[in-house]
């Protein structure tokens, strides 16, 4: 049996209509819900700026205050991220069975692999998207069986990539911690240290004849502590900011970083995870680089224990972070 790919189906919908299944009711569709016309300006923070004091002031803010923020001047060289886009849009550009190599095995608990989300979501639509996920640090829980093999430069360009990455994970970790009054490692060891596992997921959205009808990623606030995301050129994103949908206004060169569930639960609340979803565009490809920042399975989560007491309860419960993730994907009560 042919598996679902919404690249084919994207190819195969050359006149104006498309599978009911990814039409998304009317309470959903952005060409009904979304603000138009208006760009959403979430907060952009140069992180080379000499005054490190505003800089640690604006993480905060803006993770307090939008649970979403852009980062400009980060040290990742725009080559090595236009290098990262190169080789993963080779990856989706290859004849369909080369990628089938690397599907997500099915029945597996791992996200790893090339795939698209089987699952519907409550009105048992789909998202107009295909996928590719695979752990890029550390190095004890990559599985380069998921790692394409080509383009050839595919395993170097994203190894060079994640080794940045971390620099820029450990400067949020730590503004973060700071902003909470916290030593500046206090909250990275908390969170897992450098067991913490990036999980590096590559979106591709194809173009769609009807894109007011669907969504590529459904409403959703990410599971990890953070979320940093590189996209392409073509704009898609939307966050849901006082009551109403705004697309997010693209900002050439800048990470988007996304504030996710545990960091909410690891500041006990201060820090609040951005409800986001993306749209998709009619003659364009849009595709992005989320890499979730996340602890292992058996890791233990729950609000800081310095940042509890008698005047501030606990406002979630302590778990392992597969049971919440289990919880959160099979949308039981937590
Ligand atoms: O493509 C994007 O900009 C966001 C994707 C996303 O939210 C996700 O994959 O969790
Ligand atoms: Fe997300």
């Not at 049996?1 to 998304?24: G, N, T």
């Not at 430069?153 to 503004?175: A, F, I, P, Q, T």
């Not at 502590?225 to 109403?244: C, M, S």
């Amino acid at each position: 049996m042919e598996v679902l790919r919404v690249q084919r189906v994207a190819s195969e919908s050359k006149d104006a209509s498309i599978p009911a299944m990814f039409v998304k009711s009317e309470t959903e569709q952005p060409g009904i819900t979304t603000v138009q016309g208006v760009n959403l300006e979430v907060p952009v923070i140069d992180f080379s700026n000499p005054n490190q004091e505003k800089v640690l002031r604006e993480v905060y803010e803006a993770s307090k205050d939008w649970g979403m923020f852009q980062i400009v001047n980060h040290e990742i060289p725009s080559q090595l991220i236009t290098n990262l886009q190169g080789v993963g849009k080779e990856f989706f550009e290859l004849p369909q069975e080369e990628k089938e190599v690397y599907a997500k095995i099915e029945g597996s608990e791992s996200l790893e692999g090339y795939g698209t989300k089987l699952s519907k979501d409550v009105n048992g639509k789909k998202g107009w998207v295909d996928h590719l996920f695979h752990v890029i640090w550390p190095p004890s829980s990559i599985n380069y069986r998921f790692w394409p093999k080509n383009p050839p430069s595919y395993r170097e360009v994203n190894e060079e990539y994640s080794k940045h990455l971390r620099g820029v994970v450990d400067k949020l970790m730590k503004s973060m911690s700071i902003g909470l009054g916290l030593e500046g490692n206090e909250l990275k060891e908390y969170a897992g240290g450098d067991d913490m596992i990036h999980l590096l997921k590559i979106n591709y959205y194809p173009p769609c004849p009807c894109p007011d009808l669907v969504l590529g990623v459904p409403q959703h606030t990410d599971m990890s502590y953070i979320t940093i995301l590189v996209p392409n050129e073509v704009q898609g994103l939307q966050a849901f900011r006082d009551g109403h949908w705004y697309d997010v206004k693209y900002v050439p060169n800048a990470l988007v970083i996304h504030i996710g569930d545990q960091m909410e639960i690891l500041s006990n609340g201060k820090y609040k995870a951005v409800l986001h979803r993306t749209t998709v565009k009619e003659n364009e490809t849009r595709m992005s680089w989320p890499v979730f920042i996340e602890p292992k399975g058996e890791h233990v989560v729950g609000p800081h224990p310095k940042l509890v007491n008698e005047d501030n309860p606990p406002k979630y419960k302590t778990k392992k972070y597969k049971d919440y993730a289990y919880c959160k994907l099979n949308k039981t009560p937590q």
